[in-house]
C-alpha cells in the first residue's frame, strides 16, 4: 500500500513538473495593425491651419475618424502625437459625437458617430514638433489613421 501511494504521488510530481516550461496553449492573439484612410483633423485649437503653434496647456483637437476597411466606428479612439524624435503620446478616451455631415459625404449612415474631440493636457510635454496621428483600437486590432496636421508645442 505504501509503495503504490509513493508511486501515485511520484507520478503526480513528475505530471505536474513536466508542464511547467511550456508556453500556455491559449496565449492571447497579437492585435493585427490596420490602417485606415478615412479620418480628418478638422481643428486644432479651432484653427484649420496645417501647422498650428499652441502655447496653452490643454489642446482642443476635433473631426472624425471611420474604420475605412469595414466601414465601421470604433468606440474607442485616442490621439498620438509624436515627435521628431519618434517618442510618441498616447491621449485616451476621446469623446466621441454626432457628425450627419460625414454620413451624408460618404453616404454611410454608420457613420454617424465617427466625430471626435480630445481635450489634451499637453503640460508634461517638451516644447517641439509633433505630428498627429489617430489610434482605433478594437477587440483584434489597432487602426492608425495618419492626419496632416501638426501641432506645434511652445509653452
Same mark, same amino acid.
Given at each position: ?13 513528475l ?7 511550456q ?9 493585427? %495593425? ?5 479620418? &480628418?483633423?478638422?481643428?486644432i +485649437?479651432?484653427?484649420? =491651419?496645417? !501647422? ?26 485616442n ?5 521628431? %524624435? ?5 491621449? &485616451?478616451?476621446?469623446?466621441? +459625437?454626432?457628425?450627419p =455631415?460625414? !454620413? ?12 471626435y ?12 514638433t509633433?505630428?498627429?496621428?489617430l ?19 511652445k509653452?
Amino acid at each position: 500500500m505504501q509503495g503504490t501511494i509513493r508511486s501515485a504521488l511520484a507520478a503526480s510530481c513528475l505530471i505536474f513538473i513536466s508542464g511547467c516550461d511550456q508556453t500556455p496553449s491559449q496565449s492571447a492573439p497579437a492585435l493585427q %495593425q490596420r490602417i485606415s484612410t478615412l479620418c &480628418a483633423l478638422d481643428a486644432i +485649437n479651432g484653427s484649420q =491651419d496645417l !501647422v498650428v503653434q499652441s502655447k496653452t496647456q490643454t489642446v482642443d483637437f476635433r473631426g472624425w475618424a471611420v474604420d475605412s476597411e469595414r466601414k465601421t466606428v470604433p468606440g474607442n479612439l485616442n490621439l498620438v502625437l509624436t515627435n521628431k %524624435q519618434g517618442h510618441a503620446y498616447a491621449f &485616451a478616451h476621446a469623446q466621441r +459625437n454626432s457628425r450627419p =455631415d460625414v !454620413v451624408k459625404a460618404f453616404n454611410e449612415a454608420s457613420y454617424l458617430q465617427s466625430g471626435y474631440r480630445v481635450l489634451a493636457d499637453v503640460s508634461s510635454l517638451a516644447n517641439d514638433t509633433y505630428m498627429i496621428s489617430l489610434q482605433m483600437p478594437t477587440e483584434d486590432s489597432v487602426i492608425t489613421c495618419r492626419t496632416r496636421k501638426v501641432l506645434l508645442l511652445k509653452q
